[in-house]
């Protein structure tokens, strides 16, 4: 009812067109006096808390989404900028192109305009002369002309070399050939994350790289900067950073996966580093197109002049052979030539490009896989080289992008699952190999972590548990994504089975820490072993069998156990037999004999009653009982921990622990004087013997499946076959 009364309350509350004012006004006239007010107030309270508590409980649950979200956007917005200026720098070079042909075209125009004028010339008879001096004059300023940009380069390596004096450690990069430099000056590098200065660099623009030296202080002299890094212009991207408080006149330098961030002396500087850094990168891309067209045209010249050759030289088919149709001749196989201008051919590496910025992975490997097709049968046409050439830098880009993907260093809170999509492209750019490697590498830190981030609680029994379902339940699901992801290539299960007990180790590792390094007792750590064998059992579901190896990491510190504890038996018993004054038990009450008989039944003990008396005596010494309880239940631990590695240390321990209580009854046999303790002392030898060994041995049977041939030898041996009442002797 009370339920009910909140519920009702709550809708009340809720209510779209609910009116405090009213809603206080009728209470206050419905209710008989203040202690009403007072219990719908308390009720009003609790309501207001528990909405609190699932206010609270709700941003805690997505706070860390929260997190993971503003980091994924973070990256985005850094992947996007590049994008931008991957973009911008491909609508340059494409307008260099233009430009660049539209200035030839030019050139072919004139030069034919030039040769008509000639042929003209010479055809008249009175201006040789003339003609011959202004095409003297012409020829020498077109030399002229050319001469001019050679010096310029010149001078332009020259001023490097001048540089580059000043930098230590940079003395191979003179060695270039055609290497000059386009600009040059400091800059001071700030950290990406804080904008904090780093330190003073200066920076090198060469036609074909970047060079970065740190400045050096204390240095007096000709070297004033010390090499620092070094990168190609289509290794990395630059970035404008727009002006934010103290952040001004800044702009990043993009490496996949680092970034660095420089900053200019004023705004003049940093526009003049952007435009300047574009139009080299951009000369530099149109340069290796052209050499890589030309290159082309070349080899498609000389193998047609090498097929027009081959046809001269054939000889013609003779008229038998034409006669005689059964007269086969096997031609070499004709080159298949594919045609290389197709558009999607031209902008293959351009749209590699933009799916691994925009993280498409698996549209980047699908145009791999449509070119590898396209090109199957045209391995020796001319072009192919250098257009595979051009497609192999963006298969290694994406393979170290679907490398950091499966980086240990990435998230790993989406399980076994979260790797399947760079698994499986690295798998069809033929990378099996490295990705079972990487895989198995993503979910050992996983297993790590989740042990590592495992709580320690109170009872040892309740982190096993947890410890387990952790453990073998992230086992399983990575066995069977395993499975999924690498189901046509059978050579990786070995290295699964290898990552499978390395992961075990781990596991009980974390294991033995918590259970045999804190001393905890046998009947919990058999417990704890038992709940570890049960859950280890289950990856028999999917093939998959560890209990060996579990069992062999374990043997070392269960066989410590047993023989700690055993020490502790034997101890204890000895202890009570050196106070042992051979009376009867007095349990007192009812309740203690009915639960002293409930645990012996439990043992396995079904004849108690006979050794019970009247109202709550035990015919039994106080010894024997506490003995036999002890012994059973090391029994009953000893067969929750056994393996067979274990069977000799769990039968030798029985045999210790028995033979200190037969020595023990044997010696109080021959040294007792009462007849009648002798006669009470007879009836605890008769149980021993005959009730508590061989009940030992049958339930050591049924768990090991073997008799214990050591337990019978010892009972039998050591039987006491003549006692003579009047005797101080007795045989054993």
């Not at 230590?168 to 386009?182: I, K, T």
């Not at 003049?268 to 197109?289: F, G, M, P, S, Y």
């Not at 009982?625 to 240390?649: D, R």
Request: charged share 25%; glycine share 6%; aromatic share 8%.
């Amino acid at each position: 009812m009370a339920a009910d009364g909140a519920s009702k309350l709550r809708r009340q509350l809720e209510a779209p067109r609910f009116e405090p004012g009213l809603y206080v006004k009728q209470l206050s006239q419905q209710s008989d006096g203040d202690r009403d007010l007072q219990e719908h107030r308390h009720k009003i309270q609790s309501l207001a808390d528990e909405t609190a508590q699932n206010l609270k409980k709700n941003v805690y649950k997505n706070y860390r989404q929260f997190i993971e979200t503003a980091r994924e956007i973070s990256y985005l917005e850094s992947e996007m900028y590049q994008l931008s200026h991957i973009l911008t720098e491909q609508k340059g070079i494409m307008d260099g192109l233009t430009q660049l042909l539209l200035t030839a075209d030019r050139e072919q125009l004139q030069q034919q305009g030039s040769r008509q004028l000639q042929q003209g010339t010479s055809s008249s008879g009175g201006g040789g002369g003339s003609t011959t001096t202004a095409t003297t004059t012409s020829s020498s300023s077109s030399e002229a002309f050319l001469l001019l940009p050679r010096e310029a380069e010149e001078h332009k390596q020259r001023t490097l070399t001048t540089l580059l004096e000043k930098v230590e450690g940079c003395q191979d990069l003179l060695q270039a050939p055609g290497r000059y430099l386009v600009y040059n000056g400091d800059l001071l590098e700030c950290d990406a994350e804080t904008a904090a200065q780093v330190q003073r660099v200066h920076a090198f623009l060469m036609n074909d790289c970047l060079l970065v030296a740190a400045w050096l202080p204390s240095r007096r002299g000709a070297v004033r900067y010390r090499y620092d890094a070094l990168y190609r212009l289509d290794s990395f991207a630059v970035v404008n950073v727009k002006d934010n408080g103290p952040m001004r006149d800044m702009f990043k330098v993009l490496m996949f996966p680092d970034t660095r961030v420089f900053q200019a002396e004023n705004a003049k500087v940093k526009k003049e580093w952007l435009e300047i850094l574009d139009q080299t990168k951009k000369t530099k891309a149109l340069t290796e197109r052209l050499e890589v067209e030309k290159a082309e045209a070349l080899l498609l010249l000389l193998a047609a002049e090498e097929e027009e050759k081959t046809k001269k030289s054939r000889p013609p088919p003779s008229l038998s052979s034409k006669a005689n149709p059964f007269d086969e001749q096997e031609e070499p196989p004709a080159l298949e030539l594919v045609d290389l201008s197709l558009e999607w051919i031209q902008e293959l590496p351009e749209d590699l490009d933009v799916c691994i910025a925009q993280r498409d992975f698996e549209g980047a490997v699908d145009l791999l896989d449509k070119l590898s097709d396209y090109l199957r049968g045209a391995a020796g046409q001319p072009g192919v080289r250098q257009l595979r050439g051009r497609v192999e830098q963006r298969v290694r880009r994406l393979t170290d992008v679907l490398v950091y993907e499966l980086s240990p260093g990435r998230s790993l809170r989406g399980g076994p699952r979260a790797t399947r999509r760079a698994v499986s492209q690295l798998i069809r750019l033929g990378q099996s190999t490295k990705a079972c490697e990487l895989f198995l590498k993503n979910r050992a830190a996983a297993v790590q972590t989740a042990i590592r981030q495992l709580r320690i609680e109170g009872a040892t029994l309740l982190y096993i548990h947890k410890l387990c379902n952790i453990f073998f339940t992230g086992l399983l699901d990575t066995a069977r994504e395993f499975e999924m992801d690498f189901a046509g290539d059978s050579g990786c299960y070995s290295a699964f089975v290898v990552w499978s007990r390395s992961a075990t180790r781990l596991f009980v590792d974390a294991f033995s820490k918590q259970v045999f390094d804190s001393k905890e007792s046998l009947s919990t750590t058999a417990e704890c072993v038992e709940v570890a064998k049960e859950h280890c059992s289950k990856l028999s579901e999917i093939g998959l069998d560890l209990t060996f190896t579990l069992q062999a990491l374990l043997v070392k510190d269960i066989k410590a156990a047993l023989h700690s504890y055993k020490g502790i038996i034997v101890e204890a018993t000895k202890h009570r037999n050196s106070e042992e004054m051979w009376r009867k038990m007095n349990l007192m009450t009812p309740e203690a004999l009915a639960k002293l008989k409930e645990e012996m039944k439990g043992s396995g003990i079904t004849n108690f009653d006979q050794y019970t008396g009247d109202d709550c005596w035990v015919n039994l010494s106080y010894t024997i009982v506490a003995f036999t309880k002890q012994l059973m239940a090391f029994l009953e631990e000893g067969l929750k921990l056994y393996f067979p590695e274990l069977h000799m240390v769990l039968l030798e321990s029985l045999r210790e622990i028995i033979l200190v209580a037969v020595q023990h009854v044997d010696y109080s046999l021959r040294c007792e004087q009462d007849p009648e303790k002798k006669v009470f002392i007879r009836e605890n030898v008769s149980f021993l013997y005959e009730t508590v060994l061989p009940v030992v041995e049958r339930r050591f049977e049924e768990g090991v499946g073997t008799p214990a041939k050591q337990l019978q030898d010892l009972r039998n041996g050591s039987r006491i076959i003549r006692v003579n009442p009047e005797s101080t002797n007795s045989f054993v």
